[in-house]
């Protein structure tokens, strides 16, 4: 029962702790005047390679895996 009591307590000083962190965020959301942009977090950079480079071929993708395999199942066979 004391174990159950200290682990409650400590999930609940964890989450305590998380929320004072996100606090003064969710503070502003609340505030009609307060609106602000979100930072995208490098999502931005990954789009742009994408389009520069295109989507990886998946045929190709897995033709290579499969190479690979078998070059490590020889080579796992070489050391038996």
């Known amino acids: 029962m004391v174990v159950l009591v200290i682990v409650v307590a400590v999930v609940l ?4 702790r998380a929320w004072s962190s996100v606090a003064p965020e969710t503070r502003q959301i609340t505030n009609p005047g307060a609106s602000r942009m979100v930072d ?17 071929d998946l045929d190709e993708t897995r033709t290579e895996t499969a190479a690979h395999a078998a070059e490590l199942e020889e080579a796992l066979a070489a050391t038996d």
């Open 40 to 56: 995208d977090q490098g999502r931005g950079e990954a789009v742009e390679a994408v389009r520069e480079t295109g989507l990886p």
């Open 13 to 16: 000083y964890l989450t305590a």
